[in-house]
């Protein structure tokens, strides 16, 4: 079923036309889920469509503001913090809006009503993650406290879940014929500029081509695809899709800090991230040791959640829930107008 979205709706700093989305629709989109890069003659064999309607329906979704491809960094080395701050209830806006201003973050949302701010960073060194954890954030007037969280372990969910959130999508075995072979471990070196000028495009736009890369990085478009290729093969970059939640039936997306037996842990992490609502989870050091973001239809369904596949997990001894109000900004990418 078509989902309609208003001309006035916005997310994640884009401003929606008017665009439904439709079963071919739903199915592109979760062929890029899987992976990003994919090019749209190996999508549309997939689809049983040409490989210019893959092209056209990408375009308008992608024009419309809706969908948009991200390369996400992994570098070897690189650092992972999650940062939440509670301030006084005038200030929570206004210190949202710095830190998603700055460089340095790479997601910043607005939670709980408005009163507490959640972010991250990935500093490549140490100069600058001390900046911000030890500067910046401890020195900002109004925040009543701050909580940080290092990423000791990512879970991505496999490709095959996202069907449940699109309500339409691939079959396991269509996933399949698009999956990319698991990256092997990044190298034990940081990249050098030619491929982070690489990273920095890609982190605008997953799909740009190699003669844009090319240009970034002042080399040949065979050296560029080249490097890329080295990039995603050793883990040290990744592809994932922003998509607007009103085109899918998502109403309600929240942080969940969750406290685990450390006897439990690696088992609540494994069955947690097969569960459907979760977009990412994470072992983390803190005073709670695993953390998930998830997306329900409703908040019914979020109580629901919370009350069902949350409370059977093994280990669980507590959990807290912070509703995200507003999202200033997403990988690495500054909403235009986080007002709105």
């Given at each position: 079923m078509a989902v309609p979205v208003a001309e006035s709706d916005t997310n994640y700093g884009r401003t929606m036309e008017s665009v439904a989305l439709d079963r071919l629709d739903r199915r592109l989109v979760h062929a890029l889920k899987v992976d990003?890069?994919?090019?749209?003659?190996?999508?549309?064999?997939?689809?049983?469509?040409?490989?210019?309607?893959?092209?056209?329906?990408?375009?308008?979704?992608?024009?419309?503001?809706?969908?948009r491809v991200v390369g996400v960094p992994e570098w070897y080395g690189m650092e992972q913090w999650f940062f939440r701050l509670r301030s006084t209830p005038d200030a929570a806006a206004p210190i949202a809006d710095a830190l998603a201003r700055r460089t340095?973050?790479?997601?910043?949302?607005?939670?709980?009503?408005?009163?507490?701010?959640?972010?991250?960073?990935?500093?490549?060194?140490?100069?600058?993650?001390?900046?911000?954890?030890?500067?910046?954030?401890?020195?900002t007037p109004r925040i009543t406290d701050f909580t940080a969280y290092q990423l000791l372990r990512g879970y991505e969910p496999d490709p095959t879940l996202f069907v449940h959130r699109l309500g339409d999508g691939l079959d396991p075995a269509e996933v399949d014929a698009l999956r990319q072979p698991a990256p092997t471990e990044p190298p034990p070196t940081s990249p050098d500029d030619a491929d982070r000028a690489i990273l920095a495009v890609l982190g605008r736009d997953g799909r740009a081509g190699h003669a844009e890369l090319a240009r970034a990085a002042g080399c040949s478009e065979s050296t560029a695809r080249r490097r890329l290729d080295t990039l995603r093969s050793t883990g040290?970059?990744?592809?994932?899709?922003?998509?607007?939640?009103?085109?899918?039936?998502?109403?309600?997306?929240?942080?969940?800090?969750?406290?685990?037996?450390?006897?439990?842990?690696?088992?609540?992490?494994?069955?947690?991230?097969?569960?459907?609502?979760?977009?990412?989870?994470?072992?983390?050091?803190?005073?709670?040791?695993l953390i998930a973001s998830v997306s329900c239809p409703s908040a019914r369904a979020l109580f629901e959640y919370l009350g069902g596949p949350i409370g059977r997990l093994p280990g669980v001894t507590g959990y807290e829930t912070a509703p995200s109000v507003r999202v200033l900004k997403r990988h690495g990418q500054l909403d235009a107008d986080p007002r709105r």
């Open positions: 990003g890069r994919a090019s749209f003659a190996r999508i549309g064999a997939v689809l049983g469509v040409s490989d210019q309607t893959v092209a056209r329906r990408y375009a308008r979704l992608r024009s419309s503001g809706g969908l340095d973050t790479y997601w910043v949302h607005l939670v709980s009503g408005g009163s507490e701010v959640l972010c991250s960073t990935r500093p490549d060194t140490r100069a600058s993650r001390d900046a911000l954890l030890l500067g910046k954030l401890p020195r040290q970059v990744r592809f994932d899709i922003d998509l607007v939640n009103n085109l899918i039936d998502v109403d309600t997306t929240a942080m969940l800090f969750l406290s685990v037996l450390p006897s439990e842990l690696f088992a609540a992490a494994e069955q947690l991230i097969r569960q459907a609502p979760v977009n990412f989870a994470a072992a983390v050091t803190g005073p709670n040791n």
